[in-house]
């Protein structure tokens, strides 16, 4: 079975520029989680969808956007970019488990996009 | 304070040793902890979910103090290929990971 798969892997914007990164959840997850990995540090929660609708958002500006199609696969839109907003960024997919929409459940990462802004 | 903490190391240790990871957590409503493995330029990878009972997979043991805000996770007969980043995550209303704690294993 296929895992989770990010497209596209590599990205260099300038600043200013607009970027929509895009995500396929493992065949029957039906939550997608975004976040963001700056060199040296732990994954930062951005978003969390379920069943198309924002189950969690974590402390980031509102440049960053998301959304979950029918498909459950997702996309996420950072408008502005700032040099701050080089960094690898993940998506996850999970089981919904029991509860909280699977946010509290292991989650499967992508091999990640990697966003470089000059 | 950080909402998850850890020692960044870097951990270098010899095949076959053994070593150990803390990891404390502010939030004491947290409610699921795991740890995570993660390889130089590549995605994380969970390593194993951690209960209050401890739990141990092959050579991995972890441990949950949920009195101290504390998990550990202890690796035995280390190999070469155990190197990597070691992430600590807890689960409050959003999975929280630590900044990672570096293990290099050499020959």
């Known amino acids: 079975d296929a895992g989770v798969t990010q497209s596209p892997t590599h990205l260099i914007k300038t600043r200013g520029q607009q970027v929509t990164l895009r995500c396929s959840p493992i065949?029957?997850?039906?939550?997608v989680s975004w976040y963001q990995q700056v060199l040296g540090q732990g994954p930062q929660f951005i978003f969390q969808?379920?069943?198309?609708?924002?189950?969690g958002r974590g402390n980031f500006p509102d440049r960053f956007s998301a959304r979950q199609f029918p498909n459950y696969s997702s996309e996420l839109n950072v408008n502005a970019l700032l040099l701050g907003d080089s960094a690898l960024y993940l998506c996850?997919?999970?089981?919904?488990?029991?509860?909280?929409?699977?946010?509290?459940?292991?989650?499967?990462f992508g091999d990640g996009t990697r966003l470089s802004i000059l | 304070r950080k909402e998850v903490e850890q020692d960044p190391g870097p951990f270098n240790v010899p095949e076959g040793a053994t070593v150990a990871f803390n990891c404390t957590y502010s939030?004491?409503?947290?409610?699921?902890f795991f740890w995570y493995r993660q390889d130089c330029r590549k995605e994380p990878k969970l390593l194993m979910s951690v209960y209050s009972s401890g739990n141990e997979d092959g050579r991995f043991t972890a441990q949950l103090n949920r009195a101290s805000q504390y998990i550990s996770l202890l690796i035995r007969d280390s190999k070469l290929s155990d190197s990597a980043t070691y992430l600590c995550?807890?689960?409050?209303?959003?999975?929280?990971f630590g900044t990672g704690t570096r293990l290099q294993v050499f020959p």
């Open positions: 996850a997919s999970s089981d919904p488990g029991t509860g909280y929409y699977g946010s509290n459940q292991p989650q499967h």
């Open positions: 995550v807890v689960y409050t209303d959003k999975l929280i």
């Open positions: 969808y379920y069943e198309k609708e924002e189950r």
């Open positions: 065949s029957g997850h039906k939550s």
């Open positions: 939030n004491s409503a947290s409610q699921s």
